[in-house]
């Protein structure tokens, strides 16, 4: 079970609410200062850029119906993404389940 906004950018389930990441490569706010390798690793594991000890990806992030993709088809996605115009647009950080039902609390 999930909600979702209009724009499909923030989910809210039993995981808190998590919202879609810019993928353009502005280097502060989108994947600018990520590498090949970070993003073939966030699909192959399911962790946070790719970092061994980088926290899970949430959903509904389906990562797992990427990971099977060969290199040659997540590098020629990776390409994509980088030939993108950077937009500067900060995502907000995931909201922890405790943290979002406090915030949805009547007061
Ligand atoms: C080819 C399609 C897609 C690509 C290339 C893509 C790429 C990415 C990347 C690189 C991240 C950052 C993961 C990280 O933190 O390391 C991400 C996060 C995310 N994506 Fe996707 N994504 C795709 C499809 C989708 C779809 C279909 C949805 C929703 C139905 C989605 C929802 C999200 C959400 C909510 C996050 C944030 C997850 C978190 O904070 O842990 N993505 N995506």
């Given amino acids: 079970m999930a909600a ?3 724009s499909l950018t923030a989910w809210a389930g039993p ?8 993928l353009t490569p502005d280097k502060t706010t989108g994947i600018g200062e990520w590498s090949e390798e970070n993003f ?8 946070h850029q790719g970092q061994p000890n980088g926290r899970d ?5 389906p990562w797992f119906n ?19 115009p950077p937009v500067k647009n900060q995502v907000p950080l995931p909201i922890l389940p405790l943290a979002a039902a ?3 609390a009547p007061k």
């Fill in 102 to 104: 406090a915030a949805a």
């Fill in 66 to 84: 990427m990971k099977d993709l060969t290199d040659a088809d997540l590098k020629a996605m990776w390409a994509y993404l980088k030939s993108l």
């Fill in 4 to 6: 979702t906004n209009g």
């Fill in 57 to 61: 990806i949430l959903p509904p992030m």
């Fill in 40 to 47: 073939i690793q966030m699909a192959r594991t399911g962790k």
């Fill in 15 to 22: 995981w808190g609410v998590s919202f879609a990441i810019n």
